[in-house]
């Protein structure tokens, strides 16, 4: 498996990965108005990488370089456990100029523990679209 960036080629593949995903993740939101198209909206200005294994697309992380922010961070919930959030997240943590960070929805709790098992540490509550999300910062350098 590798990490590398973006090609144009890879759209058709990750809308359909993120919409995937996101039904998997958010299973306490109605998620019947989520479409392909949320893909372009969600990552546009971001810099983004995918992990691909023999040239099948395994997910991706998109990163605000500016502000050193995790925006997304999917994985093809079909897959079982191998590696690509770690994989996809050292990607990214390797584009940080400074402390990295992210939001995640408190009720993502499969996510917050894979950040937690990564050194990544809870520093305020916010509320956002009256859902609560943790501001995580990654590990010190």
């Given at each position: 498996?590798?990490?590398?960036?973006?090609?144009?080629?890879?759209?058709?593949?990750?809308?359909?990965?993120?919409?995937?995903?996101?039904?998997?993740?958010?299973?306490?939101?109605?998620?019947?108005?989520?479409?392909?198209?949320?893909?372009?909206?969600?990552?546009?200005?971001?810099?983004?990488w995918?992990?691909?294994?023999?040239?099948?697309?395994?997910?991706?992380?998109?990163?605000?370089?500016?502000?050193?922010?995790?925006?997304?961070l999917?994985?093809?919930?079909?897959l079982?456990?191998?590696?690509?959030?770690?994989?996809?997240?050292?990607?990214?943590?390797?584009?940080?100029?400074?402390?990295?960070?992210?939001?995640c929805?408190?009720?993502?709790?499969?996510?917050?523990?894979?950040?937690?098992?990564?050194?990544?540490?809870?520093?305020?509550?916010?509320?956002?679209?009256?859902?609560e999300?943790?501001?995580?910062?990654?590990?010190?350098?």
């Open positions: 498996m590798q990490t590398r960036p973006y090609r144009e080629a890879d759209r058709p593949f990750l809308r359909t990965l993120y919409l995937a995903a996101r039904k998997a993740a958010f299973t306490w939101r109605d998620t019947e108005d989520y479409r392909l198209e949320d893909f372009d909206r969600s990552t546009l200005g971001e810099d983004i995918v992990a691909e294994d023999q040239g099948k697309l395994l997910g991706f992380v998109s990163i605000y370089r500016q502000d050193n922010f995790i925006h997304n999917y994985v093809d919930p079909h079982p456990p191998r590696g690509v959030g770690t994989a996809l997240l050292q990607a990214a943590e390797r584009t940080f100029t400074a402390t990295g960070s992210l939001k929805l408190v009720k993502n709790e499969k996510a917050l523990a894979f950040y937690r098992k990564h050194g990544w540490q809870k520093i305020t509550t916010g509320n956002d679209g009256g859902e999300y943790y501001l995580l910062h990654s590990p010190k350098k």
